[in-house]
């Protein structure tokens, strides 16, 4: 079954955790698909996005590739904007790491430079990842939203009306 990511057929308050493997970089809109996952995430539930670096070499490497790079990838996201779509969304981040600090060379380029240097590799002093992943959790919230409390005191005191008694 396919659907949108920005409106997923899911009920609201009910998903644990998401995981988001190159979606924001593929999604016309990710800020709508974030929008959906804080939907569909219960309180204190996690989310997991992956994505390609907008910074160091791979970053560079897409912005002056005509095709994309990565083949058929067409934007990158820096982190600092998920941070800002996490934040204006009430999501806490709960982890950011950064890996697979290689140049961003096909592998036959790659193995050739590894020969080239005696096997030195220079993909150690790379100052950025290639990828990263950030991890963020929703707020847990301690007190019903004033419209829910108010609906429920209206229904109790519909529901029941006390009486005196007396006893004989």
């Known amino acids: 079954m396919f659907c949108k990511t920005e ?3 899911v009920a609201s308050d009910s998903v644990d955790a998401v995981l988001l493997p190159h979606t924001l970089e593929t ?3 990710p800020h709508a698909v974030l929008r959906e996952v804080a939907r569909v995430l219960v ?3 996690q989310l997991l996005v992956l994505g390609f670096s907008a910074v160091g070499t791979w970053g560079a490497r897409h912005r002056l590739s005509s095709e994309g790079f990565p083949p058929g990838l067409a934007r990158l996201i820096s982190e600092s904007r998920v ?3 996490f934040a204006l969304l009430g999501f ?4 950011v790491r950064r890996y697979l600090y290689r140049l961003p060379l096909t592998p036959r380029r790659a193995t050739s430079i590894s ?6 590799t220079p993909h150690r002093l790379l100052p950025a990842g290639a990828l990263s992943h950030q991890g963020a959790q929703t707020h847990l919230h301690l007190t019903d939203p004033p419209e829910t409390a108010r609906a429920a005191r209206s229904m109790v005191g519909g529901l029941v009306e006390p009486t005196p008694r007396m006893r004989s």
Do not use: C, S
Not at 92 to 95: D, G, R, S, Y
Not at 115 to 120: K, N, R
């Open 43 to 45: 309180a204190e539930g």
């Open 83 to 85: 941070r800002d779509w």
């Open 27 to 29: 999604d016309n809109d």
């Open 92 to 95: 806490e981040i709960t982890a």
């Open 7 to 9: 409106a997923l057929p």
């Open 115 to 120: 020969a080239q240097t005696g096997g030195f």
